[in-house]
């Protein structure tokens, strides 16, 4: 998949409602994200793209100082904007906010183009690469970009299927494991969890065993056939993503059978952050 242009075009839509947003008098209240406005938003990923570029640009091994704020490049006319401990911010959507995101999503665009995806750099990953935040950072802008379209006013467009698909996948190599260990999961007792996609080829059964969580893809077998399994979700790729993301609640999607009181434990497994 080619996550540069993905990424390119999910930055660009999600500025484009972030500008929608700054012609209103009030910042509107982002509803996938509680306690947030559009400000909020705009201000959380700009600030999450200059840290990247900083990482990126100058090679870190090492997680930079986030409490320094020369790393997200503010400029001095801040009039309006939000402030970096929290929200929600109310009042206009400040356009030189909107600028300053576009700017530094541009620049790590461009960094994403030019440096090799495999070059060894931090992350909060054990997958320390250029690659690894590209990747990560394609799909954090495209659900952004999902919850600022819900903020104005326009029915969201499902994300990308490509994109949607891989961040499932991703979900349970890397999010879920990462989440689990932040937050001190409780230990998995076999719970078993099957993602069914239904507007393409797609098949993702999770198992929780103590602090493991095991993945396995493909078609349907013996190890994996519906018996073997607590509960089914099934819907399209973008619904899958968005209710693992806590977007979409379980009613939303095109099916789900099985055990309610193990649906209900997912996000006890997997918590949010």
């Known amino acids: 998949m080619d996550y540069s242009a993905h990424f390119h075009r999910e930055i660009v839509a ?13 910042a509107p ?14 201000l959380h990923l700009g600030g999450v793209h200059r840290l990247v570029a900083r990482v990126i640009r100058e090679r870190l091994s090492r997680q930079p100082d986030i409490t320094d704020v020369t790393l997200f490049e503010l400029p ?3 009039a309006g904007w939000p402030a970096p401990t929290g929200g929600p911010h109310h009042g206009p959507v400040p356009v030189g906010l909107v600028d300053w995101f ?27 690469t250029v690659g690894f935040w590209l990747r990560m950072q394609t799909i954090e802008a495209a659900l952004h970009h999902w919850d600022a379209e819900q903020a104005v006013g326009a029915r969201a467009r499902p994300v990308d299927p490509d994109v949607a698909a891989d961040a499932v996948a991703q979900t349970f190599t890397v ?23 239904t ?8 198992r929780f065993d103590g602090d493991d969580v095991r993945l396995t893809t ?26 693992l993301w806590q977007r979409l609640p379980a009613d939303r999607l095109d099916k789900v059978t099985g055990d309610q009181a193990v649906l209900d434990r997912y996000f006890t497994l997997v918590p949010p952050v």
């Open 14 to 26: 999600f500025e484009q409602a972030a500008r929608g947003a700054a012609t209103g008098a009030d």
């Open 218 to 243: 493909g078609a349907a077998d013996d190890e994996t056939d519906e018996a073997f399994c607590d509960v089914e979700l099934a819907g399209t790729a973008s619904d899958l993503m968005l209710f």
């Open 199 to 206: 507007d393409g080829p797609g098949r993702w059964t999770v």
């Open 102 to 128: 576009a700017e530094g999503a541009t620049r790590l665009e461009a960094l994403f183009r030019s440096e090799d995806p495999g070059l060894e750099v931090w992350t909060w990953s054990a997958e320390r």
């Open 76 to 78: 001095e006319d801040r």
């Open 175 to 197: 999010m879920a494991p990462a989440r689990r260990a932040w937050l001190e999961a409780p230990p998995g007792a076999g719970e078993r969890f099957r993602f069914r996609r």
């Open 29 to 42: 209240l982002i509803p996938s994200c509680p306690g947030w406005t559009m400000s909020d938003l705009v």
